[in-house]
């Protein structure tokens, strides 16, 4: 009988301890294990009250009566006997990172191949079939894989077909090439923002040493030229005090020696009093000289704790107008440091939407003289300016507007700020680049008919707006008042009627290329704007 049983260990192995079945049990669903194995592992399931097969994992209820398979473990005790055939060596078993033979029961063997048509992995034994049966001719064999089940169609449930599979490689691999020229320009569009992101850091640096090279510069000639003046007054302080002190003396001189000849007077005529002999008194008393004429004391004028005392006051006023000076403008100084905003890829800033909200970027802003048409009368601190008629006084200057009865205003405009005017009559307020046209009537002097500046024109019954000579009708929302929001890096620019509530007149959104300065222009004789105090 053992010579004609050709079985390996493997079929007599029971599937949970891997060795030779000891008291062989076969269960309902034909899978046979060692008697105590399978009690052990349905006192494990006992909680579940549901008992299953380790291998096929069928369940039963209620739990199964064990009976010893006698047939079975006869044939176990006579193969013992006989002997085996030879188990697999171990390396040929499949361990965890292996792909292992989905036919072996028990300990699998490692797979030789994988069918995408089975989707199942064969040992060598169990693949013989693919090779010897014309059934499986068409079936395609792979490396072993564990990833069998990706060729399951989501949306069939069945074998992808190779042609389907094909086609859809090449729908994916177009997608992939798709995804890859968006990698590839992302990539390319990330370098050139580093590329800006590195140019801005240069010229934030190139900014600010110009900005500190300048301002030492500058601070140098004002100390220079307050040295200079120390000097001044301190020559001017001496050179009087020595004429002074000098002018003194000689009228000290001169009353010294008065005194002198007073005195030596004074002796000849006690001497002649006490001469006894009347002839001789007589006889001398003509030879006498005559006193000099006394120094007249009306011309001593004598200013006790006055001398030099006004120098002081005088100076004492220059130091005090200075200090306000510098206090004044310290903050608008200061401010346009701090709003220095280098626009990054974050969110930009919400704009205001009340008063109170833009008030907190309020700015004072005067009127530059240097660029006031001459007709144009700056009054209140440079912040208010009127047509006038006649002409004003002021001197050449480059920067003035020469045929346009226009005005900038003397501090630069850059991150956010708000500002308001009060007008009458027939005006626009501007934002302008400070390299716009001066002289002369064209287009390329005029706020709102070039690219270098932005305006709201005021008529009497109506808002436009002005921009590279495109005029606009905006609004007939009528205030004497109107605000103005610049946000310089996010390209904001906003003109708002500012009553109760304020109302939003124009917004622009572009990219402000350089600093702004705010502008006025002006079309009839006797109208004004202010620009207001808001703090």
């Known amino acids: 009988m053992a010579q004609k049983v050709q079985l390996d260990q493997e079929a007599f192995s029971c599937s949970i301890c891997l060795d030779l079945l000891k008291d062989p049990v076969t269960i309902p669903c034909g899978h046979s294990y060692c008697m105590n194995c399978i009690k052990t592992h349905w006192d494990e399931e006992e909680e579940k009250r549901i008992h299953s097969c380790p ?19 006869v044939l176990v005790e006579e193969l013992k006997k006989t002997g085996l055939q030879a188990a697999p060596a171990d390396h040929c078993y499949a361990g965890p990172e292996d792909v292992a033979c989905d036919v072996c029961t028990g300990r699998k063997l490692k ?3 994988s069918c995408l048509v089975c989707l199942v992995s064969y040992c060598e034994k169990h693949l013989q079939p693919h090779f010897e049966s014309p059934a499986f001719e068409k079936h395609k064999l792979v490396e072993p894989s564990k990833k069998l089940q990706e060729n399951i169609c989501s949306r069939h449930d069945e074998v992808m077909k190779m042609f389907s599979a094909a086609a859809e490689r090449t729908e994916r691999q177009r997608q992939l090439e798709v995804s890859q020229q968006n990698i590839q320009q992302r990539i390319q569009d990330r370098e050139k923002d580093v590329k800006v992101l590195q140019q801005e850091v240069e010229a934030i640096n190139h900014s600010a040493d110009k900005a500190v090279e300048d301002s030492e510069k500058i601070f140098t000639e004002l100390i220079r030229l307050m040295e200079k003046r120390r000097s001044d007054v301190k020559q001017q302080v001496r050179s009087q005090q020595e004429t002074e002190v000098s002018r003194v003396k000689e009228l000290q001189e001169k009353l010294e020696q008065e005194i002198t000849e007073l005195k030596r007077k004074d002796a000849e005529l006690k001497q002649l009093s006490h001469t006894e002999d009347h002839n001789q008194f007589l006889h001398n008393c003509p030879s006498l000289s005559a006193l000099s004429e006394s120094t007249d004391s009306s011309s001593i004028n004598i200013c006790p704790l006055r001398y030099f005392e006004d120098v002081t006051a005088a100076v004492s006023e220059v130091r005090d107008k200075l200090q306000d000076a510098l206090s004044e403008k310290w903050t608008n100084i200061s401010l346009t440091v701090t709003e220095v905003d280098v626009d990054l890829m974050s969110d930009p800033q919400p704009e205001p939407k009340t008063r109170a909200e833009f008030l907190k970027y309020s700015r004072e802003i005067t009127l530059d003289p240097n660029t006031a048409h001459t007709q144009l009368l700056l009054s209140e601190g440079n912040r208010k300016a009127t047509l ?13 507007f020469i045929k346009c009865s226009q005005v900038l205003s003397r501090e630069s405009l850059s991150g956010r700020c708000y500002w308001e005017v009060e007008w009458r009559g027939r005006v626009c307020v501007a934002v302008a680049y400070k390299n716009i046209r001066r002289a002369g009537w064209s287009d390329e002097c005029r706020f709102g008919l070039n690219d270098k500046s932005w305006a709201l024109d005021f008529d009497y019954d109506s808002y436009h707006f002005l921009y590279s000579n495109v005029k606009s009708l905006v609004s007939d929302h009528q205030s004497s008042t109107v605000g103005v929001y610049l946000d310089h890096s996010a390209g904001i620019l906003s003109f708002y009627s500012v009553s ?20 006025l222009s002006f079309c009839c004789y006797e109208d004004t704007v202010e620009f207001c105090k808001l703090k």
């Open 388 to 400: 006038m008629r006649e002409e004003q006084w002021y001197s050449h200057h480059p920067d003035r």
């Open 500 to 519: 109760e509530t304020m109302t939003l007149l124009h917004r622009v959104q572009t990219t402000f290329t350089q600093p702004l300065y705010a502008g």
């Open 111 to 113: 797979a030789l191949k």
């Open 55 to 73: 291998q096929c994992r069928q369940t039963f209820t209620p739990r199964p009566v064990l009976l010893k398979n006698t047939m079975l473990a």
